[in-house]
């Protein structure tokens, strides 16, 4: 039957998904030539496209996007609308999305209008804001397929179960309640286990702003969105970078809090009864002020009363850095594998900023990272049921595996990992948290402010938007995870060919370094955005919000 033949099913969805896009809202063949005729189909190119109220919609900071919906300047629907066209172009000139439902959205929008006009006052602090969702998170009456082919139709791979089209995960619900608007799901991996988002239903997400790099994952399609203007602010996940990577990669901005900040609960996931390194939400925007507005929004709903892996902790607007002199450190390099040369001066730009505004700035000599990078890279945890959850999914259909995934799972299901050897990983883990805590405290002794280190800036990945299948080191990103630590990523710089050239006496530390390097080109990699992260401790997402703004601030004086 052509209904368990997975290209037929991926075909029939993939068309299914682009009919709902409307008729006046479809490109012409000289549109979509002239597109991939470009490298960068960012700005003036997509702008294009758009009416001059459009343009000021969608171009509008979040913040004061919502501030107009407050003030009743927008209506939730013209919003809706400029969004949901902006979008549409989106995805037919990138590929970025998985699920639309436009229609849903201008017609809730209808209703937020109805509601203002009758009642004076907004639905929420969010009220008419679109919002756009990494396809993991439910929403009523939308699919979720998580990039795996076997998940049209069903619910997480399961049919008949009442679930499909109904629930919707508690973030979402909470949103929601903000009067949120949402109108489409954006593309991921298959397996979400990837820094480029590749699957079998609608092939490659490309990097708009440079359409032979990739857009990075597993929240590549959300960063790709924020990129062409489709989104202002959206939600994704992290465990291992997938909210900074591809926010680092598209130029826009990303918060990974620690787990237990935001409600997990009936969020899909991968390997999702492995608990001890686990993904938490992460927030993405085209603006920093905006991921403070909507983590503080989700938070106002006091998530912890719904789900008990959230810890108590409202909106802390005190916690802000107020000292006139901070210390920051950096790590150039994690030891394993030595960032290319747009990263390197992207570092350097930061840390000349922060030092020219008075600033301190250390260098960083933590617990070795290639411990911690080997107890989460290697996937010891990820992989500890033997791959048998990515495998149950694959085999729904029998679709392939991506080609970046087969060197971990290729060979199919394998044995999991035994029992007490997951316990030991665990307490190697817990181990390995409390030295790096101990040496952060450390840093009091060294620093001319007699505390801490306020915050840490890093790369988020040895190189700039990444050449497809040339991503070959996450040891930068995971270690956040592996923490449990807080991190913003945001944008610095672009690679320039003329001054990013490879250093002559570059000397390998080991065949990963060595692999990285050779993957260097710098002609390639002309006009790729580099973004750079600054690393916090646990559960300090206002305090490195605040810092981000500044950092974010200096480099737009420079």
């Known amino acids: 039957m052509r209904t368990h033949d997975w290209r037929w099913v991926a075909s029939q969805k993939t068309q299914a998904t682009s009919a709902k896009i409307r008729p006046e809202w479809l490109l012409s063949l000289e549109v979509k030539k002239e597109a991939a005729s470009r490298l960068d189909i960012t700005g003036s190119f997509i702008r294009g496209l758009m009416s001059g109220r459009e343009r000021l919609i969608t171009e509008a900071s979040t913040v004061d996007l919502a501030h107009s919906l407050q003030q009743g300047e927008y209506t939730a629907t013209e919003v809706c609308l400029a969004y949901c066209k902006r979008a549409a172009f989106a995805h037919q000139l990138n590929n970025c999305l998985h699920e639309i439902f436009f229609d849903d959205a201008i017609e809730l929008a209808r209703v937020y209008d109805d509601y203002y006009m009758t009642n004076g006052k907004t639905i929420g602090p969010l009220h008419g804001l679109p919002v756009s969702l990494k396809d993991q998170f439910h929403v009523r009456h939308a699919e979720t397929t998580m990039g795996y082919v076997g998940w049209v139709g069903t619910f997480e791979g399961k049919k008949g179960t009442g679930r499909e089209f109904h629930d919707e995960s508690q973030i979402v619900e909470e949103l929601r309640s903000l009067g949120a608007i949402f109108y489409c799901k954006t593309s991921c991996p298959q397996t979400l286990l990837l820094g480029e988002t590749v699957n079998n239903l609608i092939g490659s997400t490309m990097n708009p702003v440079h359409q032979m790099l990739s857009c990075g994952g597993s929240s590549g399609g959300e960063a790709a969105l924020m990129a062409l203007g489709g989104s202002s602010v ?241 040891g930068y990103t995971t270690i956040v995870d592996l923490l449990n630590y807080s991190a913003v990523s945001f944008p610095v710089t672009k690679a320039e060919e003329a001054i990013d050239q490879p250093d002559p006496d570059f000397k390998p530390m080991n065949d990963d370094d060595l692999e990285n390097w050779e993957a260097y080109d710098a002609k390639k990699y002309d006009g790729a955005p580099v973004g750079v992260q600054i690393m916090g401790r646990r559960f300090d997402e206002e305090r490195l919000l605040g810092i981000a703004r500044h950092v974010d601030g200096l480099l737009a004086s420079r």
């Open 234 to 474: 959206g939600l994704g996940t992290d465990i291992g970078g997938s909210v900074r990577i591809p926010a680092a990669f598209c130029g826009v901005y990303a918060i990974k809090p620690s787990f237990g900040r935001f409600s997990y609960r009936t969020v899909a996931n991968t390997t999702p009864g492995q608990t001890l390194v686990p993904s938490a939400i992460g927030f993405l925007s085209t603006t920093l002020p905006a991921l403070e507005l909507i983590m503080k929004s989700v938070l106002s709903t006091q998530p912890w009363l719904r789900d008990p892996d959230v810890v108590e902790i409202p909106w802390r607007d005190g916690l802000s850095p107020c000292r006139p002199k901070l210390c920051f450190a950096v790590l150039r390099n994690d030891g394993m594998v030595t960032p290319h040369p747009p990263i390197a001066r992207g570092i350097d730009i930061v840390v000349e900023a922060v030092k020219k505004a008075g600033h301190e700035v250390v260098e960083w000599n933590p617990p070795s990272h290639a411990d911690g990078t080997y107890l989460h890279v290697s996937h010891q945890f990820m992989a500890a049921d033997g791959g048998q959850h990515i495998w149950k999914q694959l085999n729904i259909l029998r679709e392939p595996l991506i080609d970046g995934m087969t060197g971990d799972y290729g060979g199919g299901p394998f044995e999991p990992m035994p029992l007490l050897e997951y316990q030991d990983k665990g307490l190697r883990v817990k181990a390995y948290r409390a030295q790096y805590d101990q040496y952060w405290n450390s840093t009091a002794a060294t620093t001319s402010t007699n505390t801490p280190v306020d915050a840490v800036i890093m790369p988020v990945a040895p190189h700039a938007a990444v050449l497809p299948d040339k991503y070959f080191h996450y």
